[in-house]
C-alpha cells in the first residue's frame, strides 16, 4: 500500500509540474498580459489592459524574497499614451517598449538604457525598423540584432541586423505566411524564435517555433498542448534565470477581453525533441 501510495504521490507531481500555470495571483487579474521578467529575475514588465485594447499601459513589479510586489505603473509611463510589449536585452541593459507616439505612425519601437542614474529617456529604436506601418513586440538577441512585427497587409516577422554601430534594413523572415506570424520571441544566441501564427487546423492563434541552421530557419513546429488551447496563446517570453517559459492567453466574454499570463518549466517545452523533428525549405 505503501509502495501504491509513493507512486501516487510521484506521479501527482509530476503531473503538477507539467501543467501550465498561472503567474502570480496579485498580478494576473484578468486584464493583464506581455510579460517580461529581467535576467537577473528581479524585475518584471507585463501591460495592463483593461479589459480591451482602449488603455494600455506598463506595470512593473520587482521581488520581495520570494514574492512578487504588488505592482505599480512604470516609471516611464505616459498617460494617455499606450504603451506596449516591454522586453529586457539578453544582458538586461536595455528595454524595448512599443509605444503609439503619433497617431498617423503607428506603434513604433522605441528603447531605453539602464544606467547607474536609473533608466535613460525613451528614444525611437531606429529608422531601419520603424516605419508609417505598425511595428511591434519586439525582442533583442545577444548580438543586439532585433526581431520584431510589422503589420503590412497581415503581420509578419523581420530582423534587424546590429552591425556595431547602426541598424541595417530590416528583412522579413522566410517562414512568413499571410496567416499573421507576429510576437516574436527570439534566442539570446538566435538558435529558435517562437512566436505566434494563426493556421487553417487550429482553432485560434497559437504558439510555433522555428529553428535556424546555417543561416536558414525551419519550418514552423506548432508547440502543441499543454501551452496551446482553444483560446488565443500569444506574448512568449523566457524567464531567463527560473527557466521558464511565459506566454499569456486571451479570449473575449460579453465583449471584454479576459486576459492572463501563465508559465510552464522551460523542459516542458521539450525543445530538444522538437529542434529533432524540424524540417528546413530547399
Known sequence: MNKILFLATLFGRFICFSQVQVFEKNIS????????????????????????????????????????SDPKKASFSIDGINQIDPSY???????????????????????????????GDLRDLSASVNTEAHEFYATMSKNGNVYFTRRNNSNDIYMSQWDGTKYLKAIPLSFNTDNSESNPYIHPQEKFVIFTSKTDNTQGVDLFISFKKRNKWSNPINLGKPVNSSLNEFCPSIDLKNKRFLFSRTEVLENRRIENMFFIPLKDLNIKNLRKQASYPD
Open 29 to 68: 487579474n484578468d486584464e493583464v498580459f506581455g510579460m517580461s521578467i529581467s535576467p537577473d529575475g528581479e524585475e518584471m514588465l507585463f501591460v495592463r489592459a483593461y479589459g480591451g485594447r482602449d488603455s494600455l499601459q506598463i506595470f512593473q513589479s520587482v521581488k520581495e524574497g520570494d514574492d512578487w
Open 89 to 119: 536585452s539578453p544582458d538586461g541593459r536595455l528595454i524595448l517598449i512599443n509605444m503609439i507616439k503619433e497617431e498617423e505612425n503607428g506603434y513604433d519601437v522605441y528603447v531605453m538604457e539602464r544606467t547607474k542614474s536609473g533608466l
